[in-house]
């Protein structure tokens, strides 16, 4: 059924739908109907007349007709919601032109021209924070993927680059800090009280890199020299009310992130910073994580602002990672971008590897890299067994923003670390060398850096490619047979098929092995097999005894693995393992084996084997000296409900739920003493942000964890212990977290507390909602009803909306409440928030869109919610896309 609708039609528009045609469905965008641009635009020049409400934009446009264009007499200016003020071509008013649509077109008779065009804009208005927008009285841009032209007409694709010189006025009180991308060229005062500036970029760009940034903003400076000597300014800006009370004391951790990224990127990639400035800028009304505009990156809050007492480690980390991320970009996506929004994995997928291998090396590799397949597996897997699946690189949209994906993001990425797997890190550096080097200034596709990897590296990825184009996660079942002195692995690939791909071919697999002997507890040397058939077998010599396989080692290719284990085995590598991931992957899989047993059951009726087998080898990594602490903690971890659900055909949430509260309660009853002395050991551990002191906070909230489903009430007291004597904020929040969930009353009072000590802090606020919207307090899906209502909450700032939703709808005993109250609750949420931001409202559309997953009764109740928004009046091109691939 297709759903999608005009969002310019009203309600009363359907009314006359008979006597006129029905406007035209959005069209679906096709990879293959891709056409180089009819015309290119070396240079522009942009005019701002800042005002909150009204915003005037002069744009000066020198354009060319392209050689490789098809000769069309016109050239499209795309706009969005924009209207042209006045046109004149080559400095003459001209009346050739018409709308078509949203766009301009003008008709142009020779072979290069000048065009400039007026326009003006509402920021104050722009509530779907796309182009340039109001956020806390100062404005600020965001483009990606097409909110340049919510600005200004303009050829709004990421294949035609331009250089930008960039003038703006505003008033010098309202406006004393003027920003664009570049180099500051001049700035002046003028006597009316406003005051301008300009600037350049010399790197040629396309649209969605441009910002502009206004407001009353303070600097955190410093300097960053380069390999080749270049000194660069670096700026991280954040509000400055008059009265105090700014964010100036809480950058310090990101301005020491940018400088570590700039080192790592010169020293691992070869990547060095090409302007003299670079400037951040910290927005709290932000749609995503950040931005990575050229020299001007536009970062959400909540990436930029960190100290002890409102950031956790998890913050703190978040932090370093993304700021590397938007750093990296300025190589794998600025200097060398895509040619369509199609190959967005090209700059994703390779900027969300090189931001792993940095936190890999500026932290401990081992959890950064389960934390990185936690991700994949809870985000990507089911996006990939679902109806929104797509290849990385996908062939139809009809709305980009609906693909900016765990798939294109994190799948992407590890389809090219496979490539490095292969290769060998000094043969993969090789690879981007030259894709770097062949591509600079370029728009270039996922092709061309696959080639630029056979090149480079020297690997042959004929059939790789397959990566980038069938969508699926791969299973690969696996058999060890032992007989003589020969162990023989028999492997078999399947890749599902998925929405609009029914059938699959078999792609090469990278798996790194081991074959632990019982006996010694070692194995001979790490071997990488590639499983490029549908399958095949494997023959190792010299077992006298049949060995133990340690398989797809440090997560080496992002496919599920189907295999039963013996749990004596899975016991054997959660102790023995060398590999660390391997070692997590034991535990995870004795835990899975046991939880979706009987569909899940198991653990309710909690009994038998497997559940001592977990219990045993638990106890021994809580014993375990030579672990350190945020390793344990990782093993200290059960697997996700998302991911126990994954392993099923057809899921029933309430019993996972159960099962695997039960056995945390068993665990919890069982190693009591174990878990009360630990963290009792970890709280003598003074704050650091040394990995002992990470490790012992990592610890002390694990165990409570435990603790609170066995033994309730010892939890309740050492958490209200933990938050009492906390003095930052992974304590802290640890602390509340568990009682959040528990019936105690230190819940409330505690609450109260922390909401009362953050009074003010947008981000700590966003942490209170949270805390209660993911709860495992049977209420919780009250508590969201209530907290919807709280003078604190608005579905403006998209911050907060995440806050209390995206934690409810991750909240598995209270979004797959039996009533379906959950699911209505979120597609209430959907209806409301679309007309104002509609971006954010189709990220919740996934979740509902499980519902061929699920058991029957809560599937049909899903799916009616589904069903309902659908049928809604003017839903946005993103969410009645997003709605009607979840309908299928
Ligand atoms: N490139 C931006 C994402 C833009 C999303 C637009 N809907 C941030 C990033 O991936 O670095
Ligand atoms: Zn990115």
Request: with cysteine; aromatic share 8%; charged share 25%.
């Amino acid at each position: 059924m297709d759903i999608a609708r005009d969002p310019t039609v009203t309600a009363d528009d359907t009314q006359i739908a008979d006597a006129a045609p029905m406007p035209q469905h959005p069209q679906e965008i096709r990879r293959e109907d891709y056409h180089p641009p009819e015309w290119l635009v070396p240079q522009v020049a942009l005019d701002f007349a800042l005002d909150l409400d009204a915003t005037r934009v002069v744009t000066r446009l020198t354009v060319q007709r392209n050689p490789e264009g098809g000769g069309d007499k016109a050239i499209r200016l795309n706009g969005d919601g924009i209207a042209a003020l006045a046109v004149t071509v080559d400095g003459n008013a001209t009346n050739d032109w018409q709308m078509d649509g949203p766009d301009l077109l003008i008709t142009l008779p020779g072979e290069a021209h000048e065009i400039v065009v007026e326009t003006q804009i509402n920021p104050a208005a722009n509530s779907q924070l796309m182009g340039l927008y109001a956020s806390n009285g100062m404005l600020c841009t965001q483009c990606e993927a097409e909110g340049f032209r919510r600005i200004a007409f303009f050829p709004d694709r990421p294949d035609v680059l331009s250089t930008y010189s960039v003038r703006m006025t505003g008033d010098k009180a309202r406006f004393p800090v003027l920003l664009s991308n570049g180099n500051c060229t001049d700035s002046g005062d003028n006597a009316d009280g406003t005051h301008w500036a300009e600037w350049h970029d010399p790197w040629p760009k396309p649209s969605y890199l441009f910002a502009l940034v206004a407001g009353d903003l303070a600097a955190d400076r410093d300097t960053f020299t380069t390999m080749s000597g270049r000194e660069v300014q670096l700026a991280i800006w954040v509000r400055a009310p008059k009265g105090g009370g700014g964010d100036l004391d809480r950058t310090g951790h990101a301005m020491r992130s940018l400088k570590k990224s700039m080192k790592w990127d010169e020293e691992v990639f070869g990547r060095e910073y090409d302007l003299d400035l670079f400037n951040i800028v910290a927005v709290s009304d932000f749609n995503m994580g950040a931005m990575e505009n050229k020299g001007l990156n536009v970062f959400n809050t909540r990436y930029v602002l960190a100290d002890p007492e409102t950031a956790t480690d998890g913050d703190y980390d978040a932090v370093e990672g993304v700021i590397a991320h938007e750093y990296f970009h300025n190589w794998s996506g600025n200097r060398v971008t895509c040619r369509d929004w199609f190959q967005l994995s090209l700059k994703e997928g390779l900027t969300v590897l090189r931001d792993q291998l940095f936190s890999q090396d500026m932290g401990s590799e081992s959890v950064k890299r389960i934390e990185d397949v936690r991700i994949l597996r809870s985000a990507q897997f089911p996006e990939d067994s679902g109806p929104l699946a797509h290849p990385i690189r996908p062939d139809s949209y009809r709305e980009i923003s609906n693909f900016y994906t765990s798939t294109v993001y994190n799948k992407g990425a590890e389809v090219i670390r496979m490539m490095r797997t292969m290769a060998g890190p000094e043969a993969f550096r090789k690879g981007t060398d030259l894709y770097f080097d062949r591509h600079d200034g370029e728009a270039a596709t996922c092709e061309d850096f696959v080639k630029a990897m056979e090149d480079g590296a020297g690997l042959d990825l004929s059939r790789f490619r397959l990566w980038y184009s069938q969508a699926g996660t791969p299973r690969v079942e696996a058999r060890l047979k032992h007989a003589g002195n020969e162990a023989v692995l028999h492997l078999k690939q399947t890749v599902p098929a998925t929405p609009g791909q029914p059938e699959k071919q078999p792609m090469p697999i990278p798996l790194r092995l081991a074959l632990f002997d019982r006996e010694s507890g070692g194995h001979r040397g790490e071997q990488l097999i590639v499983l490029d058939k549908a399958s095949d077998s494997f023959r190792f010599g010299g077992f006298a005894t049949p060995p133990v396989l340690s398989l797809n080692r440090g997560f080496s290719a992002p496919v599920a693995i189907e295999r039963q284990v013996a749990e004596d085995e899975l016991v054997f590598l959660a102790a023995h393992d060398d590999d660390p991931f391997a070692r997590y992957e034991a535990m995870q899989s004795l835990t899975v084996q046991y939880l979706t047993a009987a569909g899940g059951e198991a653990g309710a009726t909690g009994s038998g084997a497997g559940r001592e087998a977990i219990g045993t080898a638990l106890e021994a990594i809580l014993a375990d000296s030579a672990l350190d602490d945020l390793m344990r903690g990782e093993l200290m971890m059960l697997p996700g409900e998302t991911y126990l659900a994954e392993q099923l055909l057809v899921a029933d949430p309430g019993a996972i739920h159960a099962a695997r509260e039960g056995l945390k309660g068993w665990l919890g009853a069982r190693l009591e003493q174990r878990l009360v002395a630990l963290h009792e050991r970890a709280s003598a551990v003074p704050y650091g942000l040394d990995a002992a002191a990470r490790g012992a906070r990592k610890l002390k909230t694990q165990a409570l964890v435990l603790l609170a489903a066995g033994v309730p009430e010892v939890a309740a007291r050492l958490a209200a212990e933990q938050y009492r004597a906390a003095d930052n904020m992974t304590d802290r929040q640890g602390a509340l977290m568990v009682l959040a969930g528990l019936e105690t009353p230190a819940r409330a009072e505690l609450l109260a507390d922390f909401k009362a000590r953050y009074e003010g802090n947008a981000l700590v606020t966003d942490k209170w909602f949270s805390l209660q919207a993911g709860s495992l307090h049977p209420q919780a899906l009250d508590h969201v009803r209530e907290l919807a209502g709280h003078s604190d909450f608005t579905l403006a700032n998209p911050n907060r909306v995440r806050s209390l939703y995206m934690a409810f709808a991750a909240n598995p005993q209270a979004f797959h409440a039996a009533s379906g109250e959950g699911y209505r609750m979120i597609a209430d949420l959907i209806l409301a928030l679309d007309p104002i931001n509609a971006q954010t409202a189709a990220r919740f559309v996934p979740p509902l869109g499980r519902w061929r997953r699920i058991e029957p009764a809560r599937s049909a109740l899903m799916r009616a919610e589904l069903e309902r928004i659908a049928a809604a009046p003017n839903l946005s091109r993103d969410t009645a896309e997003q709605v009607g691939r979840s309908l299928g």
